[in-house]
């Protein structure tokens, strides 16, 4: 079982940015392929970015291209979510998804409120 745990988000004023933290456990993180959704209440998941195991490949959103950045370390078992430029369109609650050999486990969400 892996067990995945979002951290960092918050409160931000729009045009402010925040960064997102997710670890997973597990000796081997560096064949996880990770993603990052969100989802505002009454809404569906929406996929956000997602960064395969080596870190090599990464690919966006529409709505987030140019504005975040997803990153790994994958000494410390961790994925990030550099979000800058953000506006009230991005509240949402984001989770972290790690996939490994078709398993998928997922985080229990970290809250973004952007004011505008």
């Known amino acids: 079982q892996v067990q995945v745990q979002e951290s960092g988000g918050g409160l931000v004023q729009a045009g402010g940015s925040l960064s997102l933290s997710c670890t997973a456990s597990g000796r081997t993180f560096i064949t996880y392929s990770m993603t990052w959704f969100r989802q505002a209440p009454g809404k569906e998941l929406e996929f956000v970015a997602t960064?395969?195991?080596?870190?090599?490949?990464?690919y966006y959103a529409d709505s987030v291209k140019g504005r975040f950045t997803i990153s790994r370390d994958n000494a410390k078992n961790t994925v990030y979510l550099q979000m800058n430029s953000l506006g009230p369109e991005d509240t949402d609650v984001y989770y972290c998804?790690?996939?490994?050999?078709?398993?998928?486990?997922w985080g229990q969400g970290t809250q973004v409120t952007v004011s505008s």
């Open positions: 998804k790690a996939r490994i050999s078709g398993y998928e486990y």
């Open positions: 960064i395969n195991s080596s870190g090599g490949g990464t």
